[in-house]
């Protein structure tokens, strides 16, 4: 009996989620448009930019290198569900965003804020939001922050599993944990410090998979990110801020959350104990467990991220960005 109670619950809950859409939406960029997808705000609700992660990832999380979880189209409908409006973008040069730019790798972390504050103007245009909220994902929250030193109509920043340390320390750290990496970390190492210097790094003789990780192309954009402290600069964000770490995370971890959090005390810190770097509860940081949940999108987005997303940008303080 008490099992058919909670179903009949589950039932009326769901029955009573507002309904929700989602449709094309475009902002300017800098050579053709930038494409996204829109879920419209209920009446009074706010709206959340989703800022995309590393790589070719795409507005709904998936990269043609495995990550086929969709953990932001997940987290826009569960977000949507409960009334809360979301734009989930393609990034300048890749997928519905191609025409943007001719060369997707000559970027900067400025010119993908350029493109938030486009997107900023077209998600208010569209929904007729005083402010909207900004959500880094990874390092989209690098983007987020670069992004809200010249933005306006901000509600407020949400950093999700966002770097908290200088990405040298990161890169580092992350190569170091596996061992197998061993015999490739000399040139990796050599190749992350004279990065940092603002120096080009000449792959020719370095292992394939170093010469695709430093390639040539991308190196202006390592060079701008790693020069970055992000706990410096959240520490000049006078906005509201959430910052959300999962603890089974392998590649962003909770010294990054720590990080962040100490350089913002203000800002509300939530650790979600079981949710990994695509946004999903798993069981165990074993690797190859814990990654299997990268390509699985029938997994739910971590129900402890939204609640905390939920919680915060509905709170009274999360409607006065001008």
């Known amino acids: 009996m008490k099992a058919h109670l909670v179903s009949l619950a589950g039932m009326l809950l769901a029955a009573a989620s507002p309904a929700f859409g989602q449709e094309p939406l475009t902002a300017a960029g800098p050579q053709g448009v930038l494409a996204g997808t829109l879920v419209r705000p209920a009446e009074g609700q706010p709206v959340i930019l989703m800022i995309p992660g590393s790589g070719p990832t795409d507005r709904d999380g998936n990269n043609p290198a495995g990550v086929t979880a969709a953990p932001y189209r997940l987290l826009a409908e569960a977000l949507g569900a409960r009334g809360i409006g979301t734009v989930r973008i393609d990034k300048r ?21 350029t493109d938030v504050l486009a997107w900023i103007d077209a998600t208010r245009d569209a929904t007729g939001a005083q402010c909207v909220w900004l ?10 922050l670069v992004a809200a030193e010249k933005a306006r109509h901000l509600c407020g920043l949400i950093l999700v599993a966002a770097p908290g340390r200088p990405m040298g320390t990161i890169l580092r750290e992350q190569l170091s944990a596996n061992p197998a990496n061993a015999p490739l970390l000399p040139d990796a190492m050599s190749a992350i410090e004279r990065l940092e210097k603002g120096e080009r790094v000449d792959v020719g003789a370095m292992h394939p998979a170093l010469q695709g990780l430093f390639a040539p192309a991308v190196q202006g954009y390592l060079i701008d990110m790693l020069s970055r402290d992000p706990a410096t600069l959240l520490a000049g964000v006078d906005l509201p801020v959430l910052i959300v770490q999962g603890d089974r995370d392998l590649q962003i971890t909770v010294a990054d959350g720590e990080a962040l959090h ?36 029938s997994l739910p987005i971590a129900p402890e991220l939204v609640e905390a997303i939920a919680s915060f940008v509905s709170a009274p303080a999360g409607r006065k960005g001008e």
């Open 262 to 297: 100490a350089g913002k005390a203000s800002a509300t810190y939530v650790v979600a104990p079981a949710m990994n770097h695509v946004l999903k509860n798993v069981t165990s940081n074993e690797p190859a467990a814990n990654y299997a949940a990268y390509a699985d999108p």
């Open 135 to 144: 959500l880094g994902h990874s390092e989209g929250g690098l983007v987020a």
């Open 93 to 113: 040069g890749m997928f519905g965003s191609k025409a943007a730019v001719a060369d997707a790798n000559a970027v900067t972390l400025d010119a993908y804020a």
